[in-house]
């Protein structure tokens, strides 16, 4: 189904008033000729394909590539219709039109470094497409742009050169004279019909598939036009007054992927592209495309926000205002750009691209125009241009304007915590921007390495080991590293580079190879086996046959009686054979949810059951993976038993519908964009990152989205789930991941309740919300700015979870009611049910202790208060603390049963300062490991007697697994031996972080000890 965009095709009546004449005779009549709009333009286009030509309109995709991993925007309007070329999918028709929306910022097609300096590349633009899929070919499709273009649209012919593909020995083809034939018989004089070569006149989609030779239509914009002998000269020579507007391209060749040969298509397609931008600086008689209506209410919002002189549309370097005049166009073509990409559901999160054309424009209107906020006041003058054609945009106005305000904040926060280095960095060289230095940390260093190199060596070329390094190790991209190789006036080996680099995958592929040797041999000894077996492959269906026993609370999954189609035993000494069968009802991981465990029978004696370890996929062929020992007792066409471990699927199945409605939740609760970023479902529990612009996530927030979930859960919602193509669904109202690929056939579309959540999902998921029973978030952690990961549980273990949590809050309370009550006698009492209570708060998940985590931090905070209040009254107490905790420590873990101890300094969170040496006195007999945590500032201290330490073991090399967690330093007091004692340096921990971090730090020095120690 297509939908729309532009209005309803009208009759093709005259179109005397669209004629614009052409440059030469025309300009001292400019003020009184009424110029098209580029809306009208853009019409006339459709309507001459629509009304005139039988096409039927298809609306533009999104910016964004819904099924093709092989470019990270749309960047050509055929890329809807690779599919229809490639044979994979029916044509929507046999002739279609549209105007498509066109992102080149990367790869091939990257204008980004550009853009400004001349007023005709852009890095979001309209590219205007006729299609013909098996109907017409060259002639009609020749004609029908020459009759737009010089009948409709009125160009002079005098201005028009069109070239043909010439030929290529190399790739064995012949001259497109036939080509060459239809624009002679169009009137087109031989001397502006040009031949060229595969590069500018044969179009390939990729190193194979279909391809074949294209013909382009160049306008001469300038007075000089008539000059024909010197003009034609100019065509491909990239002059901004010569310039292509129009490509079409025939396809009728497909190249071979084995060897590359070239050979006739059995139906032959046409794909045109015409730039919108510059046929309507032409018709509307501009010099550049900012000069034309798409560009300069843009420019005039800047000038009004910035009060900055006017734009005047300078590009001579030389001219002092050219400065100011990029700005102006980098400024206003970005704005199109990243208004384009947001309103289509990208992230820029999840596109570094995007992010850093935000930033770019963010850097220019602090820095030259000295306007913040320039971005959020010109998307609606874009929206205002371009929303009737996009509507996309209009709806999306308020969302977009929502993530550049937290982009803008999130950017004025990475300026002002720039390093010195950047700082100056920025001082020196004003080529530089803001942006660049703040996506770029290594940046300064990296200039300074060249610099030390180019003064003491004299290094005037960048080789190929450099410039990997100015890559890997500085974090430098290409366009950074042109722009200092020409300030620095330095040449950069690129050919050596990719020799290099080349080089290093290859080595780090040989490494990788002898790490992993065993699961990569076996994967290639299935690869080989089932090429060579040219076998089917597996039927999975079956993984979605389950129903829901309501007695015992889970899903019951039928037995599977199949075949043993392959047994793969890779060489050497590997533990696990890999057993395909022709049929499998194991899940194997895939959309974020782990794989099924179980176990495999043979059908004459079920008795034996071998247990299923690990399932995987290859190729369409599921692959059981058993002991490798089994391997003899099974054979190539046994009839086996398929039996799926239950318990474990049945919590992977509530826990992955779980996922849905908290991922609904949040967007339904906090109310701003956001999208996923990753996720992960296990029988355990799940984890959900999300990506939230202007929104901060605190107890209430999360509180909020439980209980939401919870209602859910309570009225028993539908979960519907069918399967579909990406024609059948309303993109618009599904929730999909920015920048992951989705096929276009054979979509699992699952849906929750009426509206609660619609999401593209291949896990297995309950039939009703019910059968989730309960839900609990236990955790949420802050990776990085805007970016949240949430833990949850659903089933008997959010149950627990809530039953255990009112246990806690009803502790908490009421030690608060005896304090506030002054019912305390023994304040040692009081900081025992404190300390007790605190230590399930703080540190119960590291013995799988489940709470929801807006009563833990409730709780926390009282409990925080209350210790704070025992402070002011117990100060001088308080530093027995310390002596308490240790003694108790002593008599709870005797040296037989522990020859090491590894501790939290509980007492240390309500003290002011730890002295953890006085802390590690109390174990002169074993080696101890104190942690401690006091006003956020974590610090830690080990000691070994001499007795215990030996090469694997002391006290510097034990701490170090402490430091690495929080990633500081470790060092011994000044005058003794590391290997006796040793202390880390004191580091800020965020109390949100803490807990996990803490949990990390002593699982690992617990388990070096324990390996270790002798």
């Not at 959020?376 to 929303?387: D, K, N, S, T, Y």
């Not at 011994?972 to 965020?990: D, I, L, T, W």
Request: aromatic share 8%; proline share 4%; charged share 25%.
């Amino acid at each position: 189904m297509f939908y729309p965009l532009l209005r309803a095709p009208r009759p093709f009546n005259t179109v005397k008033h669209y004629i614009a004449r052409s440059y030469g005779g025309a300009r001292q009549h400019q003020q009184q000729q009424q110029h098209p709009s580029a809306k009208e333009i853009r019409q006339r286009f459709v309507d001459f394909f629509v009304h005139e030509n039988g096409h039927r309109f298809v609306r533009s995709s999104a910016v964004v590539p819904f099924s093709d991993p092989t470019i990270a925007f749309v960047n050509a309007g055929m890329n809807q219709f690779k599919n229809v070329f490639l044979g994979t999918a029916e044509a929507p028709c046999r002739r279609a039109v549209n105007s498509q929306k066109c992102i080149r910022v990367g790869g091939k097609h990257n204008d980004v470094s550009v853009v400004g300096s001349d007023g005709y590349h852009h890095t979001f633009f309209e590219m205007l497409g006729n299609w013909s899929f098996g109907d017409y070919f060259k002639r009609e499709a020749c004609e029908m742009a020459w009759r737009l273009l010089t009948d409709v649209y009125g160009i002079d012919r005098r201005r028009l050169y069109v070239s043909y593909f010439g030929g290529d020995e190399a790739m064995g083809l012949p001259a497109d004279l036939e080509c060459r034939d239809v624009w002679a018989g169009l009137g087109v004089p031989s001397e502006r019909i040009l031949p060229f070569g595969a590069r500018d006149n044969f179009w390939e989609m990729g190193n194979s598939g279909p391809c074949g030779p294209c013909t382009e239509i160049h306008i001469d914009h300038s007075d000089r036009f008539m000059d024909t002998a010197t003009r034609k000269h100019l065509v491909n020579a990239g002059i901004p007054d010569l310039t292509e507007v129009w490509n079409i391209v025939f396809i009728q060749y497909n190249r071979s992927l084995d060897d590359g040969r070239i050979s006739d298509l059995p139906q032959r397609h046409v794909d045109t592209g015409l730039g919108l931008e510059r046929l309507v600086a032409h018709l509307q008689h501009k010099n550049s495309n900012y000069d034309t209506d798409l560009f300069v209410p843009i420019l005039d919002r800047i000038r009004k926000a910035s009060r900055k002189v006017e734009y005047r549309g300078v590009f001579d370097i030389e001219d002092s205002r050219c400065e100011l005049d990029t700005a102006y166009r980098i400024v206003a073509d970005h704005s199109r750009m990243i208004t384009a990409c947001l309103s289509d559901g990208m992230f820029p999160s999840q596109n570094h691209k995007l992010r850093r054309i935000i930033r770019r424009s963010l850097s220019l209107s602090d820095r030259v125009f000295s306007c913040p906020t320039l971005l959020q006041e010109l998307v609606p003058v874009v929206v205002e241009i371009l929303g009737d054609t996009y509507p996309e945009m209009q709806k999306k106005l308020s969302q977009t304007q929502q993530i550049i305000q937290h982009e803008e904040q999130a950017y004025r926060q990475l300026c002002s915590n720039l390093s010195s280095e950047s700082r100056e960095l920025l001082k020196q060289c004003s080529y530089f921007d803001e942006a660049e230095v703040t996506d770029h940390p290594g940046l300064p260093y990296a200039l300074k390495e060249i610099r030390r190199l180019k003064a003491k060596h004299g290094v005037q070329t960048l080789d190929g080991e450099l410039i990997h390094k100015m890559f890997d190790t500085y974090g430098l991209d290409e366009d950074l590293l042109v722009k200092i190789a020409e300030s620095e006036r330095l040449k950069l080996d690129m050919i050596g580079y990719n020799h290099y680099s080349k080089q290093v995958k290859e080595g780090a592929k040989l490494e990788l190879a002898t790490r992993l040797q065993e699961s990569l041999t076996a994967s290639q000894d299935i690869k080989h086996d089932l090429t060579k077996a040219q076998l089917c492959p597996t039927r999975n269906e079956y993984k979605y046959n389950y129903v829901y026993n309501r007695d015992r609370h889970a899903y019951e999954i039928p037995k599977l009686r199949t075949k043993i189609t392959s047994i793969v035993t890779p060489g050497g000494d590997s533990a696990l054979c890999h057993v395909i069968t022709e049929k499998s009802n194991f899940y194997f991981e895939s959309g974020g949810q782990q794989s099924d465990r179980g176990s495999l029978a043979l059908s004459t004696d079920q008795s034996k059951q071998y247990e299923v370890k690990a399932v995987s996929e290859l190729q369409g062929f599921v692959i059981h993976s058993v002991d490798g020992r089994v391997a003899e007792q099974l054979s190539v066409g046994d009839e086996v038993i398929l039996t799926v471990d239950s318990a474990k699927r049945s919590s992977n199945i509530i826990h992955h519908t779980a996922t849905h409605l908290l991922n609904a939740s949040a967007r339904e609760i906090l109310r701003v964009p956001m999208c996923q970023r990753s996720s992960f479902v296990s029988d355990k529990g799940l984890k959900l990152e999300l990506a939230v612009c202007g929104a901060k996530i605190g107890p209430d927030e999360v509180d909020a989205m439980e209980q939401h979930i919870r209602q859910h859960i309570q009225h028993n919602e539908p979960v519907r789930v069918r399967v579909c193509s990406a024609s059948d669904v309303d993109l618009d109202k599904v929730t999909m991941i920015p920048g992951e690929i989705y096929p276009e056939r054979g979509l699992r579309l699952v849906e929750i309740g009426d509206s609660t959540s619609t999401e593209f999902c291949c896990g297995t998921h309950a039939q009703s919300t019910e059968e989730l029973r309960d839900f609990c978030i236990t955790n949420v952690t802050q990776t990085k700015s805007g970016c949240y990961t949430f833990f949850a549980i659903a089933g008997q273990a959010a149950i627990k979870a809530h039953q255990l949590g009112a246990q806690i809050q009803t502790d908490v309370n009421q030690l608060k009611h005896d304090m506030d009550q002054q019912l305390v006698e023994d304040m040692n009492s009081v900081d025992a049910r404190m300390q007790r209570l605190k230590n399930v708060l703080l540190v119960g998940s590291e013995n799988n202790i489940n709470l929801p985590y807006a009563v833990r931090q409730r709780c926390l905070d009282v409990i925080n208060d209350l210790f704070r209040r025992l402070k002011d009254h117990t100060r001088e107490s308080l530093r027995e603390f310390i002596d308490i905790e240790m003694k108790n420590l002593q008599q709870e873990y005797p040296l037989a049963s522990n020859p090491f101890i590894v501790h939290f300094l509980e007492s240390s969170i309500i003290l002011e300062e730890v002295q953890l040496s006085k802390a590690t006195r109390y174990f002169p007999d074993r080696p101890i490991l104190v942690i401690s945590i006091t006003d956020d500032q974590v610090k830690a201290r080990a000691t070994v007697p001499p007795a215990c330490i030996s090469e694997q073991f002391d006290a510097q090399k034990w701490l170090k697994t402490v430091g690495s967690v929080f990633k500081s330093g470790v060092a011994a007091p000044k005058g003794q031996n590391p290997a006796e004692v040793s202390n880390m340096k004191s580091r800020k921990v965020k109390t949100l972080q803490f807990e996990t971090l803490l949990d990390r730090a002593l699982k690992e020095a617990s388990d070096f000890a324990r390996h270790n120690m002798q």
